[in-house]
């Protein structure tokens, strides 16, 4: 079955919850941060098995929690710029879009 295009709201949700998981992972809320990584990764997912088989491939691992921060960050701001490039320019104008994002994103996209 293909994925429904995002919304206006489901983006806003993700990109909220995602700048909300990056302050928790500054005041070193690692744990705090991870949780709500993984609902930015949740909000209109490509594959509904993402986050099971990241979790997967992390406990293969010996990481620390915050480099678990890190990598869930990671997952995280990948599917946030995905879930952007759904969006038509009109959809951008709604949400607004982070412009630090955007940044990321077009830099990544770029080289």
């Known amino acids: 079955m293909a994925k429904e295009p995002v919304t206006v709201e489901e983006f806003r949700e993700a990109q909220e919850e995602l700048k909300d998981a990056i ?30 088989k990241f979790q997967k491939k992390l406990k293969e691992g010996n990481y620390k929690l915050q480099q678990e921060s890190i990598a869930y960050m990671g997952c995280a701001a990948v599917h946030l710029s995905q879930l952007l490039k759904e969006l038509s320019d009109e959809q951008k104008e709604d949400v607004p879009v982070d412009e630090n994002l955007v940044k990321i994103f077009s830099d990544w996209d770029n080289g």
């Open 23 to 52: 302050d928790l992972h500054e005041k070193k809320d690692y744990y705090g941060a991870i949780e709500s990584f993984k609902k930015a990764v949740m909000v209109s997912p490509y594959d509904d098995d993402l986050l099971d």
